[in-house]
């Protein structure tokens, strides 16, 4: 990787670990992982369920559920999250960053309107009036394709097709203009034509509003048209990162080899689907 | 929402039917006379053929019970056995008071159970919620007469701060009244709210960890304004419908504890009615408490429509 | 099962349960020998506060009100018992014809739905008030209420196991309909049916109390925790323990049944067990016990 200042890395993971207690007691999920995200720039996370991704993804966002516990370093804005209060670091979510979760459906809340979902971190945040923060929603819909015309503001979410509300779910993650944007599968529940409409949208608003984006995928194709750097993560290890163009083309790991085979081309109709035999990376790694 | 209403009602039309004609058949089914079982060992033969016409026993099973369907269907339960009154209106007058008690019981109810279950789900302390646990666990196990006589002893007897039976219409003494009723709300309310303490508490644990609630820790909201205006508001819109099956509960610690407090209400008409086997007076009982369970449920169905945009939706089409 | 009685015995609040219903039934079955005579009446003391005319006291009629409250307790069990195992029956028999016979199950579903909606109380005091009094229109009335739900998972369990595979098999190999029934639905729908069976049971404890307390449950002679209790408000400026006692065996033998209830049901659900175990994993790393036990705290189910 070239050599950057610090002043031009946001986000700067070192040496993550994050355990999972479980019956027979904790088990680590990620194993001290390093990530790099530029200013500005694009970084993906690709692994299979179950690799940590997104176990990573909440660590970075201070998000983890209950029974998880990260150590080692998050340094954003070269800032030890890890080490900051709980209040401080739910300060900086929705404010300093945004995230895009995977199940809009159930990522947003079943009973109240959209409009009031979205004014909640506008007047906490930037401190809106109620008037002025339906005003800035009306605007963030419009700029994720949705036109005030779909009174989607007064709507709930059960009544809103899947695309639409991925639309709402990213125009509330930048709503407070966030440097940091972190889409966990932000296209998996959504049928393949919109995905492209999705991940389009999100390229787009990280170049208009200067966004850094963390994209956290299973799917190498997708991930490699839309991130500058890539990290492939297996059973909590990282077992090949750097320049997207690199892995893509040339990849160190075989365990990147067989993801890329096993994504599925267009045109392409194999008599069987590719199968990756884990077992002979795990090895390598332990 | 009008179709809504409709189907719903169709619905509930078992809750009626079905304890009517249980009681139909059974009386029927019963060995011997019903006329002379009814009127007991000191009745002469013209007094059990008079009640025999009277409740058209003579005619054929079939035409006694289109006979009957057609009654039912005009109100008509015609007259108590041993009461010598019109069946609707006895039930009538009574309904009044029941209905004073079990609205009244699951206001409070409502005013205590779903504030601590929601306190209860929330809190990080275990001994708190620990101990409201034991606490509803025991107010589920309770029986309603018992609270009630332990109420007595202790209010009645002991501190006679209340009277310990009786009662008087709000319109004759409003403080009497009160004083009358207090009792026994407040013995069933207590008891209703251990049950609506229990489904708010879990409907709180449940929506604790909804997606919803991560999304909201991501917008960067603070944990006490997630939990008031985000968890709550999910866990406490469908007790709406528990109120519903509250009710049927209540309904029934209703008729025990009117006989314990003799207020003058459907349960204690019931009892005289049972006791006395005065079929009319039980089939007018019966039935009106069905009617007005499925009303009650219906209303309940159409506010939970309105609080939850999900139902709402449903109902539109 | 194993797992299902090892997560049970770690639940504090099943065992309580457990316990508590296993005294009773023991003393209830030891009745003759650990009381005197329940129908030796003795005027003379009536009354009797705890401790000079018996442990407990005597009642308004001279009985010893240990011995009293030892032969109601086998009644209360006994009666509730037998309810319980004719509803099982009746139940089982119920849902397995509804699982199967599709024109069957439209009616008699309804029937049920009406049945469950109506207050169980109210409809046993009407059934009581049109056959008659007496133990057998009490035992009739408390088991059909009792009926309903039981049919209710039987038939879920019937209709799931009408098409799985391995019953639509064992009719291909030209087994009989009624062997498939017992062979597929009794295993699948036991579990379910233990723990409705120790709910209807405490319902059934808490029915008869209130039949006997309105005086149209049992006869008056036969000795029951509801019919002491109709007593107490009479006596109760003179005899504290004619109230308390009865209503504490019934609140303690619903209490029992309905905590083990719980304990069952959260041990048949492998999700509630798996977090039953996470909360004792916690003592094994102090660091995340406090959030482990707030967790496993918030997720268990209690109803």
């Not at chain 1, 720039?41 to 660590?59: D, H, N, Y």
């Not at chain 1, 639409?164 to 599968?185: F, K």
């Not at chain 2, 708190?128 to 107010?139: K, N, P």
């Not at chain 3, 009666?79 to 016979?101: H, K, R």
Request: net charge neutral; charged share 20%.
């Amino acid at each position: 990787m070239t050599t950057n200042s610090t002043d031009d890395i946001l986000l700067d993971v070192r040496g993550l670990d994050i355990d999972v207690l479980t019956p027979e007691g904790p088990r680590r999920v990620v194993h001290s992982l390093d990530l790099t995200l530029r200013r500005r720039g694009t970084l993906g996370i690709v692994g299979e369920s179950g690799s940590g991704k997104s176990m990573t993804a909440t660590a970075v966002m201070g998000i983890l559920p209950e029974t998880a516990i990260a150590s080692g370093q998050v340094l954003y804005r070269g800032r030890d999250l890890l080490s900051l209060p709980a209040r401080e670091r739910r300060a900086m979510a929705g404010r300093e960053m945004g995230f895009v979760f995977q199940e809009p459906m159930s990522a947003l809340h079943p009973t109240k309107t959209i409009g009031a979902q979205m004014a909640a971190p506008l007047r906490l945040h930037l401190g809106l009036t109620r008037r002025q923060a339906r005003a800035r929603s009306a605007e963030l819909l419009d700029l994720v394709g949705i036109p005030p015309s779909r009174g989607v503001l007064d709507a709930y979410v059960h009544q809103l097709s899947g695309g639409m509300r991925q639309r709402v779910m990213i125009a509330m993650s930048i709503s407070c203009e966030p440097d940091l944007l972190i889409a966990d599968e932000p296209t998996t529940a959504l049928d393949a034509t919109i995905q492209k409409q999705i991940l389009d949208l999100l390229a787009e608003l990280r170049e208009e509003l200067g966004l850094s984006v963390l994209l956290i995928s299973h799917d190498l194709g997708l991930v490699s048209r839309y991130t500058d750097d890539v990290v492939v993560m297996l059973d909590g290890h990282a077992m090949e990162s750097g320049p997207t163009d690199r892995v893509v083309s040339a990849p160190e790991s075989g365990y990147t080899r067989g993801l890329l085979e096993a994504s599925p081309r267009l045109g392409d109709s194999p008599d069987r689907l590719p199968v990756i035999d884990k077992s002979r990376f795990t090895k390598a790694v332990q | 929402m009008l179709s809504y209403v409709f189907k719903r009602l169709l619905a509930l039309i078992p809750t009626v039917a079905v304890p009517m004609v249980l009681l139909f058949v059974l009386l029927r089914l019963t060995p011997g006379d019903p006329a002379a079982v009814i009127l007991g060992e000191n009745a002469t033969a013209t007094e059990i053929a008079e009640l025999r016409t009277e409740l058209g026993l003579d005619a054929p099973m079939w035409q006694q019970f289109l006979d009957w369907l057609a009654r039912m269907a005009r109100f008509d339960f015609g007259e108590s056995i041993f009461l010598h009154a019109p069946v609707a209106e006895l039930v009538l007058s009574a309904a009044l008071v029941t209905g004073q008690l079990a609205l009244i019981s699951m206001l409070l109810a409502l005013l205590i159970g779903p504030a601590l279950g929601a306190v209860a789900g929330a809190t990080r302390s275990r001994a708190l919620d620990r101990t409201m646990v034991v606490g509803s666990a025991v107010g589920v196990a309770m029986p309603t007469f018992w609270l009630a006589i332990l109420m007595v002893m202790l209010f009645g007897v002991t501190l006679q701060w209340l009277p310990v039976a009786g009662f008087t219409p709000i319109t004759e003494d409003p403080v009497q009244y009160v004083r009358y009723m207090a009792l026994p709300c407040l013995a069933l309310g207590t008891l209703e709210a251990a049950t609506l303490f229990r489904y708010s508490r879990n409907g709180v644990l449940d929506a604790k960890h909804q997606p919803f609630v991560a999304t909201a820790r991501a917008q960067g909201l603070p944990e006490r304004t997630i939990t008031r205006s985000y968890v709550f508001p999910a866990a406490l819109a469908p007790l709406v419908t528990v109120v519903g099956l509250s009710l049927a509960s209540m309904l029934g610690g209703a008729v025990v504890t009117e006989n314990v407090f003799s207020l003058p209400g459907l349960g204690k008409l019931l009892l005289t009615a049972v006791e006395r086997r005065d079929y009319p007076l039980i089939e007018g009982c019966i039935f009106f408490i069905a009617v007005a369970f499925v009303l009650v449920n219906l209303l309940v169905d159409v506010v939970a429509a309105t609080l939850d945009p999900r139902i709402r939706l449903e109902a539109k089409e | 099962m194993r797992t299902t009685l090892r997560s049970l015995s770690r639940d504090p609040s099943a065992m309580t349960g457990a316990a508590i219903v296993a005294v009773i039934t023991l003393l209830a079955l030891l009745a003759p020998v650990l009381g005197g005579d329940p129908d030796l009446l003795r005027p003379s003391e009536r009354l009797q506060a705890p401790g000079t005319g018996g442990p407990l006291g005597t009642d308004e009629q001279g009985r010893d009100m240990w011995t009293v409250l030892l032969h109601g307790a086998r009644t209360s069990l006994g009666i509730a018992a037998a309810c319980t195992l004719l509803a099982i029956v009746a139940g089982f028999l119920t849902g397995v014809v509804c699982g199967y016979f599709r024109w069957v199950d439209a009616i008699v579903m309804r029937v049920i739905d009406g049945l469950m909606s109506f207050p169980n109380i109210i409809l046993v005091m009407s059934l009581v008030g049109v056959l008659g009094r007496g133990v057998g229109p009490v035992l009739f009335g408390l088991t059909v209420v009792l009926v309903p739900p039981i049919a209710r998972v039987v038939r879920a369990a019937a209709l799931t196991a009408r098409s799985a595979p391995m019953v639509e098999s064992a009719r291909a190999l030209g087994a009989r309909d009624s062997w498939i029934l017992f062979r597929y639905v009794a295993p699948e729908s036991v579990s379910v049916l233990i723990v409705q069976a120790t709910m209807g049971f405490a319902a059934t404890v808490l029915s008869i109390a209130a039949l006997s307390f309105l005086g149209i449950g049992l006869p008056p002679d036969v000795p029951s925790w509801g019919a002491s209790l109709s007593a107490a408000q009479q006596y109760a400026a003179v005899a504290w323990w004619i109230g308390v006692f009865p209503g504490a065996a019934i609140l303690l033998t619903v209490l029992g049944l309905i905590l083990l209830g719980d304990g069952l049901r959260d041990a048949m659900d492998p999700r509630a067990r798996r977090l039953a175990e996470l909360a004792r994993s916690s003592k094994s790393s102090a660091r995340s016990s406090r959030r482990v036990a707030a967790t496993a705290r918030s997720d268990e189910k209690d109803g």
